[in-house]
């Protein structure tokens, strides 16, 4: 413990050591995540949910496209200027994660533009909106119910700017949207209704006016689309350019596709050995029954999280400290379940609620779930330790309690995901699964399907995969329920990038591992090595390996061919 602490005390100074530009990138870092809160796209994703400002609302009219171009311009002149000499190696490390920052933020301007090409992106500004402020459990204050409302009242407004901004909008997009509005008159009627007599007063009064204009809006939007569908375009890939670009400059990722692809199938056939080794050692054994209700599912739920922390703190796997808040399953409300499927049914509270418990809702136990909540429904660990404990919940509350503010509001999928997915099989190899029959098969099935999401990612994005052959390839050969492969497929198409974070992170992560293994020798500690990483978790792993090891050999190869940013090239990306 004294050790830890020691290299804590360290990393702590040196992030007080003074040089140069050493405000200056402070004050560009806080400025810019002060930006980001007002101008990053609402996600269906868990793990870019931010704070908002007060009275914040969605806002995608062409100035404030426009807007965001030039504050961008402005802000990577800012670092343009900064000097880096003098500048410690974790300073450096924090002036790459800005330029990763700055460069996500043209990627979703100018290359994937979901803004301009995807109607399902409308989707999530509006209801993925509202379903963000209603994630943190009750009670419902006044100012929360105010802000219920806003997001209600803001949708025709943003779906007023969903039509003049869609003019390259993709058909399988298109359909995606109208399928995911098919119903939306019913549903958000009902979550009004479930929720006015849980507001205040005021708020209870104004949601169901609220709701219906919502509603006639975002049906006016469906029947535009479903116009308009036939003369759409078909493609929907970002095109190899495009893919490069995030690679090289967002994820900071050295391979190229064919090598993503090449370490995906590869990945897969280890993911399938492992689950016939799996089934052979089981074989004979019955199947995980389903949990009678909600209840024994949420008391196993927090049995089997208080054990895990015992379980890495008495192998020295990773250090727990009891501030760390719990993550816990909560009952699926009336007023949430009509918003599934518009985004993750989780609450990893924030930065600035940090001793608030993070949840996972949870709909009743019952054959007819899809593929996560299925296998939850058996044994709450394999998604316990990639959502909680030490995964998303755990790793971002460290993340956000960091002395580095620059860290505490990065994110990057191929860092977060990766961890939490290496989890899952370190855990697994650690012995967490042995007392219970076939929960390590799941780890498995869950191994195989993060591989076959590479094949997914990189097919789709080069536009050798439509959405519905990507579906119907991951139901065939995970396997999964069609329903889990379609939103799957779909969300794969809309983000490309995001789905080989898994499998991708996890192989980095390895390769970091055994090359901190051979350099520190002796001196090695599977747990220090572990506590930098989760603190440090919102960082790319190749910042990661400089920082830690002073290895810069795949931020070298991620620079050898510089991608550069959409606004040099005279044309338009695919799509």
């Known amino acids: 413990m004294r050790a830890r602490l020691l290299v804590a005390g360290l990393a702590a100074a040196l992030f007080a050591v003074s040089f140069a530009g050493a405000d200056e990138l402070q004050d560009l870092g806080r400025d810019f995540w002060s930006w980001r809160a007002v101008y990053q796209p609402v996600s269906d994703d868990d793990i870019p949910r931010i704070e908002r400002p007060e009275g914040w609302v969605p806002v995608w009219t062409r100035a404030s496209i426009e807007k965001r171009r030039r504050d961008l311009a402005a802000f990577e002149e800012r670092l343009g200027r900064i000097d880096a000499t003098g500048m410690p190696v974790a300073w450096k490390v924090d002036r790459r994660l800005l330029r990763s920052a700055f460069a996500r933020v043209r990627w979703e301007l100018d290359v994937e533009r979901g803004w301009e090409r995807n109607p399902a992106f409308y989707v ?305 190899d650690a012995g967490l699964f042995d007392d219970r029959p076939r929960a390590r098969g799941i780890i498995a099935s869950y191994m195989r399907l993060r591989a076959l999401r590479v094949e997914v990612d990189v097919q789709l994005a080069l536009g050798r995969f439509t959405i519905d052959q990507a579906a119907d390839y991951l139901a065939r050969t995970v396997p999964m329920d069609a329903a889990s492969a379609r939103e799957e497929a779909a969300a794969f198409a809309s983000t490309p990038g995001q789905a080989i974070s898994y499998q991708i992170g996890k192989v980095q992560i390895l390769r970091f591992l055994a090359d901190a293994r051979r350099e520190r020798g002796e001196k090695f500690s599977l747990r220090d090595f572990h506590d930098f990483l989760w603190k440090n978790g919102n960082v790319p792993i190749a910042l990661l390996r400089w920082e830690y090891l002073g290895l810069d050999d795949e931020l070298v190869r991620v620079d050898r061919v510089p991608v550069p940013p959409p606004a040099a090239r005279p044309e338009r990306l695919p799509g």
């Open 124 to 428: 999530t500004q509006t209801l993925g909106a509202l379903l963000d402020v209603l994630l943190p459990p009750p009670p419902f204050s006044k100012a929360r119910g105010t802000r219920i409302l806003r997001q209600l009242e803001a949708i025709p407004a943003t779906i007023e700017s969903a039509r003049g901004n869609l003019v390259p909008a993709a058909a399988p997009f298109a359909r995606l949207a109208i399928a995911a509005l098919a119903d939306v008159r019913p549903r958000l009627h009902k979550t009004a209704a479930e929720l006015a007599p849980l507001l205040p007063p005021e708020s209870a009064k104004e949601i169901a006016a609220a709701a219906e204009k919502a509603v006639a809006s975002l049906e006016g939007f469906r029947d535009w689309l479903g116009n308009r569908a036939p003369t759409l375009r078909v493609q929907t890939a970002v095109g190899r350019e495009g893919y490069l670009y995030f690679l090289r400059n967002v994820a900071l990722i050295p391979e190229t596709p064919e090598e993503l692809l090449a370490m995906g199938r590869q990945e897969w056939a280890r993911a399938v050995a492992r689950e016939t080794m799996e089934e052979t050692r089981d074989a004979g054994l019955p199947a995980l029954p389903l949990f009678a209700d909600q209840a024994a599912q949420i008391a196993r739920g927090d049995e089997d999280e208080a054990l895990v922390r015992q379980f890495l703190e008495r192998r020295k796997i990773l250090t727990v400290p009891g501030a760390v808040r719990r993550y816990r399953q909560r009952p699926l409300p009336a007023y949430l379940a009509p918003l599934a499927g518009i985004g993750e049914m989780d609450d990893f509270a924030s930065p600035s609620r940090l001793s608030d418990e993070a949840w996972r809702y949870i709909p009743v136990p019952g054959p007819g779930l899809g593929y996560f909540d299925l296998s939850a429904a058996r044994d709450p660990r394999p998604g316990l330790v990639h959502e909680g404990v030490p995964g998303h919940a755990f790793q971002l509350a460290l993340s956000w309690a960091h002395e580095d503010p620059i860290r505490r509001h990065y994110y990057d999928s191929g860092a977060n995901e990766g961890i939490a997915f290496y989890a899952e099989e370190m855990l697994l």
